[in-house]
């Protein structure tokens, strides 16, 4: 599913909102927990999962065309754990619509 396919959807779902509307929520959603994750917070949607930062040190990689070390600096990425919930949900086999 792509942001706007999560847009039509959510406008398909709540007919008082225009597809102007939804994406502007969206967005809003989105931006928030962008921003949150670059000041280095965490987020959790019961239900659903965390999102969190990970800190990755630095290291000595190699090149793979030349096998010549490199050094890799310290990295910040972005992680995502998945709730119970939604662990459990995907789990289950698809049912027939």
Do not use: Y
Request: charged share 30%.
């Amino acid at each position: 599913m792509t942001r706007s396919d999560l847009v039509e959807e959510l406008a398909a779902r709540f007919k008082q909102l225009t597809q102007r509307d939804a994406e502007t929520a969206v967005k809003t959603i989105l931006d928030a927990v962008g921003d949150a994750l670059v000041r280095g917070h965490r987020i959790e949607i019961r239900g659903f999962g965390s999102f969190s930062v990970s800190h990755r040190p630095p290291r000595l990689g190699r090149n793979p065309r030349s096998g010549e070390a490199v050094q890799i600096p310290e990295k910040r990425v972005p992680h995502f754990k998945p709730g119970k919930a939604l662990r459990e949900s995907v789990d289950q086999p698809p049912q027939a619509s």
